[in-house]
């Protein structure tokens, strides 16, 4: 239906939105049909080429307010064209008469757009049902599981994450939490704020949506109604994201690292034997924490081996063990104190981790992001504006040894052998599937790979005695 919204009073401060929409009545001739929707808006924010209100605001005029105006003028448009399919249907048209009353009866509240008709019986939406799921989800079979696996403590947390960042998605846009209505508009929505208001990067943002995915499939499963696309549209997915900042050591860092003296500070020495561990095995710090002797056994050739189940798989159908070659360096560390030193804090084991480097010499200057305060635009329950300082990821200048973390072990172990055999067998140990997912994971620039270019090269001009 073709109409437009105009402003009543354009040069006041404040304005009521009319609804105005032109009949022919006969050759040449009009019947102009203008009649309040019953909403008021600062004329300033009125975008009049969109028909709502536009992204600028005045000073008490929230985006929480405007969110809400736009969505109803939204209902008054679906509203109205439900109506007129409905017409249609029986090959009549909607008069004058016909179309101001449908628009009273909407403003009046009379009429909703038969939402009680298109939504069925009563449901939880999104916030309700993940406030209920998460008490509860440790009991549930996970939906990947073959067997009796549960959902894992660690999958609870990302629900917990979850749960405040749809709560302020919702109270800053006023976008509906309906899973019935949820659909690919509604994910590129939540992609957009998430990005220009909260600044979150991609990476994050996917994860989100993968618990969305998740969650949905459970409620589903429970017997609520969900729609179709969070399951089964391939838009209604994690956004493409350009590759992490996440550093790797070098061999040649590594070298230095295993040189420095730190007899005499205990606990450093201790975090170091730590990082060597995870650099030459390719292990996730999950199951860096799980090591023990008992995991390490000789082979029918009497080599010795670390036997490891991975924690993070999947699907529980997938779960292998992986045997992964006890490399000198490892070796040494093991000979050295007679067994793999506990991992007991992840954060401790990070921050010393950047002091390790640092003392190594990674201090060259890399444009690379890190996390550092900012503060965010949001809005409460109540429509209520206010600030908040958050930590995000912000693109800036930084020393190579700031960026280091537990997952540059992993990275090391991939992106140094990279190259030196054939990548099926990093892949075995790493548990990459894909050939293509593997060479998005390693981290290895352009020089190197040059380098190593050149050093196979001479080496093989080498065997040939050229």
């Given at each position: 239906?073709?109409?437009?919204?105009?402003?009543?009073?354009?040069?006041?401060?404040?304005?009521?939105?009319?609804?105005?929409?032109?009949?022919?009545?006969?050759?040449?001739?009009?019947?102009?049909?203008?009649?309040?929707?019953?909403?008021?808006?600062?004329?300033?924010?009125?975008d009049k080429s969109n028909n709502q209100?536009?992204?600028?605001?005045?000073?008490?005029?929230?985006?929480?307010?405007?969110?809400?105006?736009?969505?109803?003028?939204?209902?008054?448009?679906?509203?109205?064209?439900?109506?007129?399919?409905?017409?249609?249907?029986d090959d009549a048209a909607l008069g004058f008469d016909e179309v101001r009353s449908l628009v009273e009866l909407w403003r009046d509240g009379q009429k909703e757009p038969d939402a009680t008709e298109d939504r069925g019986p009563a449901q939880p939406d999104l916030i309700q049902y993940l406030e209920e799921f998460i008490p509860r989800a440790t009991n549930l079979r996970s939906k990947f599981a073959?067997?009796?696996?549960?959902?894992?403590?660690?999958?609870?947390?990302?629900?917990?994450?979850?749960?405040?960042?749809?709560?302020?998605?919702?109270?800053?846009?006023?976008?509906?939490?309906?899973?019935r209505n949820i659909n690919v508009q509604?994910?590129?929505?939540f992609i957009q704020w998430g990005v220009e208001v909260e600044r979150y990067g991609l990476q994050t943002l996917g994860k989100h949506i993968k618990s969305i995915k998740r969650l949905a499939y459970y409620a589903r499963i429970e017997g609520l109604e969900v729609n179709?696309?969070?399951?089964?549209?391939?838009?209604?997915?994690?956004?493409?994201?350009?590759?992490?900042?996440?550093?790797?050591?070098?061999?040649?860092?590594?070298?230095?690292?295993?040189?420095?003296?730190?007899?005499?500070?205990p606990r450093l020495e201790l975090e170091r034997d730590r990082l060597i561990i995870g650099c030459y095995t390719g292990l996730r710090i999950s199951d860096l924490k799980r090591?023990?002797?008992?995991?390490?056994?000789?082979?029918?050739?009497?080599?010795?081996?670390?036997?490891?189940?991975?924690e993070?798989?999947?699907?529980?159908?997938?779960?292998?063990?992986?045997?992964?070659?006890?490399?000198?360096?490892?070796?040494?560390?093991?000979?050295?104190?007679?067994?793999?030193?506990?991992?007991?804090?992840?954060?401790?084991?990070?921050?010393?981790?950047?002091?390790?480097?640092?003392?190594?010499?990674?201090?060259?200057?890399?444009?690379?992001g890190k996390q550092q305060k900012i503060t965010v635009e949001r809005v409460n329950?109540?429509?209520?504006?206010?600030?908040?300082?958050?930590?995000?990821?912000?693109?800036?200048?930084?020393?190579?040894?700031?960026?280091?973390?537990?997952?540059?072990?992993?990275?090391?172990?991939?992106?140094?052998l990279y190259g030196m055999m054939p990548n099926q067998h990093i892949m075995a140990i790493t548990g990459h599937k894909k050939e293509a997912d593997f060479l998005l994971y390693i981290r290895v620039t352009a020089d190197e790979h040059a380098d190593k270019f050149e050093q196979f090269y001479e080496q093989e001009m080498e065997r040939r005695g050229l």
């Open positions: 239906m073709k109409y437009t919204l105009q402003l009543a009073n354009p040069k006041r401060q404040n304005s009521n939105v009319n609804f105005v929409k032109s009949f022919k009545v006969g050759k040449g001739k009009y019947n102009s049909l203008r009649i309040s929707t019953g909403l008021s808006v600062p004329t300033a924010c009125w209100l536009g992204e600028q605001l005045i000073e008490g005029f929230t985006p929480f307010e405007r969110n809400q105006i736009n969505q109803r003028l939204k209902d008054l448009e679906a509203y109205l064209a439900k109506a007129e399919a409905s017409a249609q249907l073959r067997e009796k696996e549960r959902i894992t403590e660690k999958t609870v947390q990302q629900y917990t994450q979850l749960l405040p960042l749809l709560k302020h998605f919702h109270y800053y846009t006023g976008v509906e939490m309906d899973l509604w994910h590129n929505a179709a696309a969070i399951l089964q549209d391939e838009d209604f997915d994690k956004p493409t994201a350009p590759a992490d900042d996440t550093q790797y050591f070098t061999t040649e860092e590594l070298e230095r690292i295993q040189a420095l003296d730190l007899s005499e500070n090591l023990n002797k008992e995991m390490v056994r000789k082979n029918a050739r009497g080599r010795e081996r670390i036997y490891i189940k991975p993070k798989v999947k699907k529980a159908r997938e779960q292998r063990t992986i045997a992964i070659p006890i490399l000198k360096p490892v070796k040494d560390v093991l000979e050295r104190r007679g067994g793999f030193p506990r991992f007991t804090n992840e954060q401790a084991f990070n921050k010393a981790m950047k002091v390790i480097a640092e003392m190594a010499g990674m201090d060259e200057t890399i444009h690379a329950k109540h429509g209520e504006a206010y600030e908040a300082e958050v930590t995000r990821k912000v693109d800036r200048e930084c020393k190579k040894y700031e960026l280091m973390s537990t997952h540059s072990c992993r990275r090391s172990f991939a992106s140094n």
